[in-house]
């Protein structure tokens, strides 16, 4: 059930609980594709986090003229969650224009290993091929800082 955000414009939250499928998490990913802003790449892709707690995150990626100022679909669902009070995430659901399933870009991997080091990743292709990784494999040497009381701040 979506109880945050504008349908089909933005970010949802969800507060389906943890038995959300899957498959409702790719089509949270699919309606934030579709509202990707990418006049630049035409590389629209749309990702699902979804929290400890159940909720749901959907986030675009979203371009800029200047190009380092853009932000990937992983990162802009991370950010909403983030900002919403979350702090722990067991799954991410990626769609995108890539044939194959797309793995989450190197940046992406640092910023979710921050909440979720084993998050489970879940990434559908055009092709109909789905792949699943965990972030630890994708990213097997985070960069950390040894600061105990990061979430208690
Ligand atoms: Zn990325």
Redesign the pocket.
Same mark, same amino acid.
């Given at each position: 059930m979506v109880r945050a955000g504008i349908p089909g414009r933005g970010n949802f939250v969800s507060d389906a609980g943890a038995a959300l499928s899957t498959r409702s998490l790719r089509n949270v990913a699919e309606d934030a594709r579709r509202n990707a802003y990418a006049p630049y790449s035409h590389f629209h892709v749309g990702a699902a986090l979804r929290s400890s707690t159940g909720n749901v995150y959907g986030g675009a990626n979203v371009e800029n003229a200047s190009f380092g100022v853009g932000i %990937?679909a992983?990162?802009s669902a991370l950010v909403a969650a983030v900002t919403a009070g979350e702090r722990d995430f067991a799954e991410l659901v990626l769609v995108s224009d890539a044939t194959e399933p797309a793995a989450? %870009?190197g940046? %992406?991997r640092q910023a979710l290993s921050e909440f979720a080091p084993a998050l489970r990743i879940v990434s559908h292709g055009m092709n109909g091929q789905t792949a699943e990784w965990s972030l630890a494999d994708l990213l097997p040497h985070q960069f950390k800082l040894d600061e105990p009381n990061r979430f208690t701040e």
């Open positions: %990937c992983e990162r989450p %870009c940046v %992406c």
